[in-house]
């Protein structure tokens, strides 16, 4: 995602920080063998890359002498030659280094089920027993990934365009895996990560209430699951890319909270809506958490009132920012940053700005303006712009860097749009969203549908914007079946739509198209 919209997505991993939804302390490791079984054949080299709290803290690669002949068509493969295994180290003199690297960290492989095998076997024939729960990110990318029907790590590499210098090599594969990982971070979730996380590595006990044919009913695609209780009461409603492993991932037995615990032993019935896509159940599932409160959701709503930034010069020629409410129906204007649900929202965050680019409190509104050096400038957290010691160019610069992220995107378009959301179930299943200047018009079935409710697809002879649509990225979200209604602005639904509709990748992977539409005249 572009930098420019950090100020809407906080909890995004930076570009070298794994999810939060991963295990905090992992090893990636991949292993090379001489064949296929672990029973009697031998590994050749192990790589492995250790992960804390999301960080890379080391990695390691050592070539293993097997002890036996190395076949032809592993050499082939690997690249791996008799010569450069002939001085190596026997796994028997490596295997304490190694399990200290592994021991007390979830093991992640790709296909874990081989890699463990011949560890686990290794080992004991070190005289140490091995034992663990590996992560496969094989499961991982099956169930993250629905659309995809291979998930071996060449097509993985294929997916996401990596370059990986020595392909079946321990080590680079490991890296590989990180970068899917690391790719994977920045499409989902937290909580969609852990899910899938979650499920991968142990089956939760189901709620008392709760029948096995409830989950069993679950499809493993995408879309909005809601849970009830034996009243009918609605207590959540949620969303995933893989239904099944996300509803299975809250029956866990380390809750997060007493709520988690509360809600799971009162569940009784589950229902389900299925979508193409993760792009329409984020919608469908902020829409449905507005319209129907369900017990134990965050509660979301619609904001009827926004904040941002206002910059203005003063007149000694200083940039000074204000917090003001925001009129949506306005013009794009380039001295508004930003959108906040709440004052407070918008303050505290200027205060962090504050720290981080220097700023004068008393140049921000924070603290009242008397032409006197601040009691900032004591602690050097202001250079002296309250009182005309730092230029003005040099304090307006860091204004000026510190707002750029906050700017917003204005509609890129002279006409309404319409985004089709393919399915790959089929035709029949595809779905188009209808959207105006950032707000949600409604959703239809067809292109037919949409000339039924007043409106116009244009082709690209049409529209100078036609021919070159689906290489660009926009829009935004609010209610469904409102067509006929006046449709407000949606902030989180805007959220939404940027975050899909501004990256190549997440609309390609969410098979989302972009066309023209306008309304008929009557």
């Not at 202001?382 to 307006?396: D, R």
């Not at 082709?459 to 070159?468: C, D, F, H, Y």
């Amino acid at each position: 995602m572009s930098s420019q919209f950090n100020w809407i997505d906080q909890d995004l991993p930076s570009a070298a920080h794994l999810s939060s939804g991963f295990p905090e302390f992992m090893v990636l490791l991949d292993c090379e063998t001489t064949g296929g079984n672990a029973n009697y054949h031998r590994i050749i080299e192990v790589g492995l890359i250790v992960i804390e709290h999301g960080e890379v803290i080391e990695e390691w690669q050592s070539f293993i002498n097997p002890n036996t002949i190395l076949p032809e068509s592993i050499q082939r493969l690997t690249g791996i030659t008799p010569g450069m295994l002939r001085d190596a180290p026997k796994f028997s003199a490596v295997s304490e280094c190694l399990l200290s690297k592994i021991e007390g960290r979830t093991l992640v492989a790709h296909n874990a089920r081989f890699d463990y095998s011949f560890l686990k076997n290794e080992f004991e024939r070190a005289g140490i027993n091995f034992r663990a729960k590996p992560l496969c990110s094989v499961k991982f990318s099956r169930n993250l990934y629905p659309q995809f029907k291979r998930h071996g790590l060449s097509e993985i590499i294929k997916r996401f365009g990596f370059s990986i210098q020595n392909r079946h090599r321990a080590l680079d594969d490991a890296k590989t895996i990180y970068d899917f990982f690391l790719r994977s971070s920045q499409i989902f979730s937290n909580d969609e990560i852990l899910a899938t996380c979650k499920t991968a590595l142990k089956l939760p006990a189901l709620p008392a209430l709760l029948d096995i044919k409830e989950i069993e009913k679950l499809p493993a695609r995408a879309g909005v699951y809601y849970f009830y209780d034996q009243n009918s009461v609605l207590l959540y409603i949620g969303k995933s890319v893989h239904l099944r492993n996300r509803v299975m991932s809250h029956f866990s037995s380390d809750h997060k909270n007493s709520k988690d615990l509360q809600m799971s032993s009162k569940i009784t019935r589950i229902e389900f809506e299925l979508t193409p896509s993760d792009f329409g159940a984020q919608i469908r599932e902020s829409n449905q958490i507005k319209l129907l409160n369900p017990l134990y959701n965050r509660r979301l709503r619609k904001v009827k009132k926004l904040f941002q930034y206002r910059s203005g010069l003063d007149d000694r020629g200083y940039l000074r920012l204000q917090i003001e409410t925001v009129e949506m129906e306005a013009t794009h204007d380039e001295s508004h940053f930003g959108l906040f649900r709440s004052r407070r929202q918008a303050a505290k965050q200027m205060l962090k700005l504050a720290d981080q680019y220097f700023l004068c409190h008393q140049m921000l509104g924070i603290e009242a303006f008397d032409n006197k050096l601040c009691f900032r400038s004591q602690l050097k957290k202001c250079f002296g712009g309250c009182c005309g010691i730092e230029p003005a160019e040099t304090y307006n610069e860091r204004v000026t860097g510190a707002i750029k992220n906050y700017q917003r995107k204005q509609w890129l378009f002279s006409h309404a749009v319409v985004i089709e959301e393919a399915s790959c179930e089929g035709p029949g299943e595809s779905v188009w969203h209808m959207v105006d200047h950032w707000r949600y018009l409604g959703q239809v079935r067809s292109l037919e549908d949409i000339h039924d409710l007043g409106y116009t697809v244009l082709r690209p002879e049409k529209s100078n914007r036609g021919a070159i649509l689906n290489d660009h990225i926009i829009t935004q979200v609010g209610n469904e079946d409102c067509l006929e209604q006046e449709v407000r602005f949606d902030f989180d639904i805007y959220c939404i739509l940027v975050r899909f509709l501004l990256s190549k990748e997440k609309m390609a992977l969410n098979r989302l198209k972009i066309w023209p539409i306008e309304k008929l005249c009557s």
